[in-house]
Antibody
Framework: EVLLVQSGGGLVQPGGSLRLSCSAS????????MHWVRQAPGKGLEYVSG????????YYADSVKARFTISRDNSKNTLYLQMSGLRIEDAAVYYC??????????????WGQGALVTVSS | ETVLTQSPGTLSLSPGERATLSCRAS???????LAWYQQKPGQIPRLLIY???SRATAIPDRFSGSGSGTDFTLTISRLEPEDVAVYYC?????????FGGGTKVEIK
């Protein structure tokens, strides 16, 4: 069974930093590009960032470029999102997602449970 | 960036009726790489359709997708009460990947 278990959400002040983690199991993690998608309260889905199988290529939405860093540790089957310079508008539930067929640009067939990030002073 | 516009914003139908949801792209979606997701209240999104018309694992055949280029459609052939949800389209043919704003499906 594919599982994506997230951790690391919480309350942070504007300008602060936070790291999200996503522990994967039930599939060969190192063979799948992974991504992050977020959803602000009561709003729609927004693409955030993605990473290739070996971490050599990364992708970012313009809204988070230069502030967020995606990475992965294939030896630990874990995906990360380091967020810095957080803004009020970054407040959202962040989802870790697995690609369907192993392509960098792909549909997302499994979603983590979500991690709530609150940005407030 | 490919902007996806979904319509209508809300769809209110009776059980058994046919639901037609539209997703229009600002430019042609490469290889028709378009997916649909269902998000029920309080739940995480679930993949319904990928590559415009392929159903994901365990998705009932009352859900179908069609379209090409810039115009795509998700059809629910016979609406059931459990289909109450917000439906999102997503294109993955070009970077950055983008989502539509969603269509909310309600039961009358």
């Amino acid at each position: 069974e594919v599982l994506l278990v997230q951790s690391g959400g919480g309350l942070v002040q504007p300008g602060g930093s936070l790291r999200l983690s996503c522990s994967a199991s039930g599939f060969t993690f190192s063979t799948y590009p992974m991504h992050w998608v977020r959803q602000a309260p009561g709003k729609g889905l927004e693409y955030v960032s993605g990473i290739s199988r070996n971490g050599g290529s990364t992708y970012y939405a313009d809204s988070v470029k230069a502030r967020f860093t995606i990475s992965r540790d294939n030896s630990k089957n874990t995906l990360y999102l380091q967020m810095s310079g957080l803004r009020i508008e970054d407040a959202a539930v962040y989802y870790c997602v697995k690609t369907l067929a192993g392509y960098s640009y792909d549909a997302f067939d499994y979603w983590g449970q979500g991690a709530l990030v609150t940005v407030s002073s | 960036e490919t902007v996806l516009t979904q319509s209508p914003g809300t769809l209110s139908l009776s059980p058994g009726e046919r639901a037609t949801l539209s997703c229009r792209a600002s430019q042609s979606v490469s290889s028709n790489y378009l997916a649909w997701y269902q998000q029920k209240p309080g739940q995480i999104p679930r993949l319904l359709i990928y590559s415009t018309s392929s159903r994901a694992t365990a998705i009932p055949d009352r859900f179908s997708g069609s379209g090409s280029g810039t115009d795509f459609t998700l059809t629910i052939s016979r609406l059931e009460p459990e289909d109450v949800a917000v439906y999102y389209c997503q294109q993955y043919g070009s970077s950055p990947l983008t989502f539509g704003g969603g269509t909310k499906v309600e039961i009358k």
